[in-house]
């Protein structure tokens, strides 16, 4: 059984920076970030490859946003920079078990709480 718990989340102002955290136990292939905010769809932030650290960002936070892994911590991050109000939502991150890098929450078989991300102008 896999289980998820993310961490690190809290208000900051429009520019700040801000890093969350993703612990998972058991084995899986990838793990990915992705965020919701009220009345809107699950988007796809990021997502990372544990063997050799491949990633996929969303293009719209590609260059602001950066995720890592630490294998030995078996923890994931995300590291938020030049924040918007419009990054405002509830960050979850979510794991496959099986080969694959994928952008769609479909495709990931487990889910963490959330955590929630304010950004205040």
């Known amino acids: 059984q896999v289980q998820l718990v993310e961490s690190g989340g809290g208000s900051v102002q429009a520019g700040g920076s801000l890093r969350v955290s993703c612990s998972c136990t058991?084995?899986?292939?990838?793990m990915g970030w992705f965020r919701q905010a009220p009345g809107k769809e699950r988007e796809f932030v990021a997502a990372?490859?544990?063997?050799?650290?491949?990633?996929s960002y969303s293009d719209s936070m590609k260059g602001r946003f950066t995720i890592s892994r630490d294998n030995a911590k078996n923890t994931v991050y995300l590291q938020m920079t030049s924040l918007k109000p419009e990054d405002t939502a509830v960050y979850y991150c979510a794991a496959r078990v099986h080969r694959g890098l994928f952008t769609s929450p479909r495709n990931y078989d487990y889910w963490g709480q959330g955590t929630q991300v304010t950004v205040s102008s």
């Open positions: 058991g084995r899986t292939f990838s």
């Open positions: 990372i490859v544990w063997s050799g650290g491949s990633t």
